[in-house]
């Protein structure tokens, strides 16, 4: 299994930008061998994907929802997967979660708080 933290949430006004930062370690595990995505929750609303990008060719999806404003990103190197997310909307406030996923495990970080708010 792979032990994730989140880092980089807070509050930013409409149109403003934020990074997030999930930072991955383990015993023996090949972080490049991960599909590393980031999911968000709203109160009362079902956790949705926001972008993804995958272990072998680091091809990347994102949700129609933030295409064009949002890029996710990893280095294999210092194991950590990002998204700057850039044009925020109110409706992007939610809690970001980050996931990874090999051969059927998944792990899961404890989430960061994101608030778009003037």
């Known amino acids: 299994q792979v032990q994730l933290v989140e880092s980089g949430g807070g509050l930013v006004q409409p149109g403003g930008s934020l990074r997030l930062s999930c930072a991955a370690s383990?015993?023996?595990?090949?972080?490049?061998?991960?599909?590393m995505s980031w999911y968000r929750q709203a109160p009362g609303k079902e956790r949705e994907l926001v972008a993804a990008?995958?272990?072998?060719?680091?091809?990347?999806t994102y949700a129609d929802s933030v295409k064009g404003r949002f890029i996710i990103s990893r280095d294999n190197v210092k194991k950590t997967v990002d998204l700057q997310m850039n044009s925020l909307k109110p409706e992007d406030t939610a809690v970001y979660y980050c996931?990874?996923?090999?051969?059927?495990?998944?792990?899961w970080g404890q989430g960061t708080q994101v608030t778009v708010s003037s």
């Open positions: 996931k990874a996923v090999r051969a059927g495990w998944a792990s």
């Open positions: 383990g015993s023996g595990f090949t972080f490049g061998s991960y599909a």
């Open positions: 990008v995958s272990g072998v060719t680091g091809t990347t």
